[in-house]
Structures are given as C-alpha cells and as structure tokens.
C-alpha cells in the first residue's frame, strides 16, 4: 500500500519469527538460517535506449513487496504514470526534411541509464518491489494528470458472462464481492483494496493496506454499488503481511468470493486480478501464471514479510494490494500485495511491468482463521543462528557461538532435534531449492507450525536429508 508519506521507514533489525536475525544493514533474520533482507537480490538492466522506466519506491527484492530469489521490497505507493517526454524539434519525425531547409543539430549524446528492478509493496511509495496499496491526496493529482479519467464506482456495470470467454463472468462476479479500502490518519490517506472471503461477511486484504508504514489508520470501505461504511480491524499478522477487517454496524454484504487450492496451480494457467490500481475502482486485468514459490521480501514500516509468493504478468498496480487473483472458474488462488517495478534517477511514478506476486490462498487463509481465532497468528522457526559471512549457496549454520554466548542450536530446537550441527548448510526445504537467507525464510513462512518438512543440507560437502517437524514463535519480529 502506498501514502502520501514522503519518508519509508528503515529496516528493522529485530530478530524475525522464523529466529533468523537482521543485520544492521537490512531486516535478517537471526535464528532461522536467513540472510539480511536486503541481501535479495536487484536486477539491473540498462537499456539499449529510449526513456528510462518510472522509479518505484522502497522493501523485501527486500522488495516492498522483484523477482529474483529474497528480492527487496519497499512499501507500494507509485505515484501514477509520467507524461511523454517532449523531444527536440525535427528528431523523431519520419517525414524528409524539406530541400534546402536547415538540418537540425542533432541532439547532445545522453549515457545510457541504469534500470533497476526492485520489488515494492502495492500500496506504498517505494522502489523496487512494491506493496500494491496506492497513496492519494498529494500523489492523487499526479495520477490523474496521467489518467484523464474519473470512474465513480456506483456507475460500473458488470455485465453477463461470455459463452467463449471466461474473464467476463469471473470478472463480474470478483467485482461484486470485492471492495476498496481507504485508510487514513494524520499525514497519510492510501487506498487498498479486500474481499468477502467467509460467510459472515468478513473480509481479508494486506497488512499494509490497513496499517500503512506499520501504524494504524482509520478505516473505510468502499462497495462495489459505490456506497461505503466505516470498518475496524480483526487481526493483522504482519510478517505474513495479512489482515482480517470486518464492517461496522448493519450493512448488506455481498457473496464471499469462493476459495481455490494455491497448491494445485499451473504455471502458465490464465489468471485474472481485480482492486483498484491508482485508485480506480472496479478494474480488472487477466494475464497467466508465470511461477510459483518465488522468493520475495517487502518491508511495512518495521515490519518485514517474507513471501513464497505465485508470480504473474496481469497487470496489478499500486492499488491492488490485497485483491484477489482468480483462476479461469473465479476462485481466489491469491492475493495480490506486491510488483516489481522500474526504478530509475529522478523519481516518477511506478507501475507494472509484468512482474506481480501474490500471497497464496492457502496460506491467506489458514492465517487469517487464525486472525479470527485469536487475533495473532503464529510462526514457524528451524531454531538456529545464520552464519551471516557464508558466501556460498545456501544458509549456513553458525560454525562457532557468537561473543554473547547464544547457542548456534536452540536446545530442544527443531534444528537440533533433527540431527542438524554447527557449520551444516541448507541448500533445500521441501524440494524447494534454498540459495540465500530471505529464500529460507520464505519457505519456513510457507509452512504452519508443527508441519513436518524435510530439509537438505551439506556437511563437509557432502549432501544429507533430515526430517524437521517446525517450531513456533508468535511474533515475527
């Protein structure tokens, strides 16, 4: 989710859920086996001309909310789209210059720019990956000079759906049961949006949808028939950047959306997303499938989420945070919360570029019973300090204690309980291949406490399996 705050919050350097610990540099864990938040990876791609991509603001590719493998994200806020540069009179036209007319100068050589990719949030200002949640106020105007367009959400119609296409019919049905979210205090008014995901009306979306930068906000929930009602918030697990909200006092509310099975999807199936990018309610945008289990990290304020998120190329923006993404039969497989976008020298608005992440349903809604539950949801832990100076593949088990005398093992620990010693290296969690901290924490996250997983690792280089049954710890930081 974006604000109209100027300044993203540093990183935090509390010790995670999973027990991994930051460095100072970036959020890391500190006794599950993770490298630094920030440690994830940045793609940087220089173009071979033409204008550089908008710049996105800031955490987890640390993202906030690309791709690569424990990318850092920085809360989603884009600002809306740039205006077209004017270029230099007589450059660019196709036409022949007339006989005899003078021939323009040709314009002054200009380096190439370095394009960064970074994760951000969608609903937060930031660069690199982004939270999907979008500011308005200030950040309002810059968008509509790119827009052009106003869209009150009481005059869409969802129309009936198509024999020979799907979307239409998915897309009528999504939009019926799902809602934007404004969220304000002092200083900060973002927009988000959510879904009717149970029977009573409840209704699940980001964490940083609803506590922009970490802090709580007041809330406001938009329906689809343009009318609104006040809401208040269930629970927030912010390590898994989830929230449950519920409406305040008597309001009619829509069928909830049906849920999927996140475990059952194919890469390159179409998939459907609905919210409100810039906020412009009501928009619906499809595209397919890309990966599953990609690595990504986004920061909220002091709080770092670690996602092993399903990849897809339907275009979601700031905005779009805590949407649902649904499969051909309009089942919910995800929730929408962060991109990868362009960054570049000079600030500007942020949007997709084809790299979206969203929060698996299966995961969203295991936590968010808990939410309901009990208010807080709980986190698995391997329990064991991260040697933070191996730079090899994989995380690598302290060798020796730090000065403070903290055992590398958690006595009774996970980690200890299934064989594992000082100076092993994790190189795999459940077939899923582990390269650095953030990926490591990604796919504890993925899991619920007290699952069994089974665990690779290297020990004098030479490789070995080990079954884990994962520990619990109540806060992620």
């Known amino acids: 989710m974006s604000t109209s705050e100027d300044k993203q919050s540093p990183g935090t350097s509390e010790e995670p859920a ?7 540099a970036a959020p890391r864990p500190d006794s599950e086996g993770t490298e630094p938040a920030s440690a994830g990876s940045t793609v940087s791609e220089e173009p071979a001309s033409g204008p550089a991509g908008p710049q996105e603001s800031a955490p987890e590719e640390t993202a906030s909310e690309s791709a690569p493998v424990g990318s850092t994200a920085s809360e989603e806020t884009a600002s809306g789209p740039t205006a077209p540069q004017e270029t230099a009179p007589g450059w660019g036209d196709r036409e022949g210059t007339a006989a005899g007319a003078a021939v323009p ?13 970074r994760i951000r949030h969608l609903a937060a200002a930031g660069a690199g990956i982004a939270l999907c949640a979008g500011a308005v106020g200030g950040l309002a105007g810059s968008w509509s000079q790119g827009v052009q367009a106003s869209l009150p959400l009481g005059s869409l119609s969802f129309g009936a759906p198509h024999a020979a296409d799907p979307v239409p019919g998915v897309a009528a049905e999504a939009l019926r049961s799902t809602v934007t979210i404004e969220a304000t205090r002092p200083g900060t008014h973002s927009v988000g949006t959510g879904f009717f995901f149970d029977s009573a009306g409840r209704i699940l979306t980001n964490a940083h949808v609803v506590d922009p930068d970490g802090k709580p906000a007041t809330l406001t929930v ?5 009318t609104t009602a006040p809401a208040t918030t269930v629970g927030v697990a912010k390590g898994y950047d989830i929230a449950v909200i519920k409406i305040d006092g008597h309001h009619r509310t829509p069928r909830p959306l049906a849920l999927g099975d996140s475990n059952r999807v194919r890469i390159g199936q179409p998939v459907i997303a609905a919210g409100a990018p810039f906020d412009l309610e009501g928009t619906v945008t499809s595209g397919i499938l890309s990966a599953v289990d990609r690595p990504v990290t986004t920061q909220n304020g002091p709080s770092v989420t670690y996602l092993n998120a399903l990849q897809t190329d339907a275009p979601i923006n700031p905005g779009n945070s805590g949407g649902p993404l649904l499969d051909e039969s309009g089942r ?7 991109i990868s976008a362009a ?3 000079g600030g500007g608005p942020t949007g997709s570029v084809g790299l979206g992440f969203a929060i698996p349903v299966d995961q969203a809604k295991w936590v968010a019973d808990e939410l309901v539950a009990h208010g807080t949801a709980p986190y698995a832990q391997l329990g064991f300090l991260v040697n933070e100076d191996f730079d090899g593949k994989g995380v690598q088990i302290r060798p020796k204690p730090p000065k403070d005398g903290t055992p590398v093992l958690t006595a009774g620990g996970p980690a200890a309980e299934a064989g594992l010693q000082p100076g092993d290296v994790v190189t795999g969690l459940d077939g899923q291949v582990v390269t650095n901290g953030p990926a490591l924490m990604s796919a504890v996250w993925s899991h619920r406490p007290h699952e ?3 665990l690779r690792y290297l020990r004098d280089g030479r490789p070995h399996t080990a079954t884990v049954v994962l520990g619990e710890r109540s806060e992620a930081v």
């Open 452 to 454: 069994k997983v089974e």
């Open 105 to 117: 100068a040709a314009p002054p050589h200009r380096p190439a720019v370095k394009r960064e990719f």
């Open 222 to 226: 938009t329906f689809s028939d343009g």
């Open 343 to 345: 960054a570049e020298p």
């Open 332 to 338: 919910v497989i995800g929730m929408n919360s962060a």
């Open 18 to 24: 999973t027990g991994v610990r930051p460095p100072a």
